[in-house]
């Protein structure tokens, strides 16, 4: 099995990540090459992955923590 640089295993597929398709002014619909328009939560077989259409979630924000909480009291 070839080890790849993204994990794209647990990606759902969506037209919204698709090479194909290229997301219209409305923000709701993917115009495919393949298929015409289509809703950005849909896929199709032709599906292709792209690493640079899809945005990845922010991280979490740090706790903050006061020096009580590392004491040995």
């Not at 647990?10 to 328009?37: H, M, R, W």
């Not at 032709?46 to 590392?70: H, I, L, N, T």
């Amino acid at each position: 099995m070839k080890k790849t640089v993204f994990n794209t295993e647990n990606i759902e597929p969506k037209c919204e990540y698709c090479q194909f398709g290229k997301l219209s002014a409305d923000g709701e619909t993917v115009l495919c090459l393949k298929k015409g328009v289509m809703n950005k939560d849909s896929k199709c077989r032709r599906y292709k992955y792209d690493v640079m259409k899809r945005v990845p979630r922010k991280a979490p924000k740090m706790q903050s923590f006061s020096e009580e909480d590392f004491s040995l009291d």
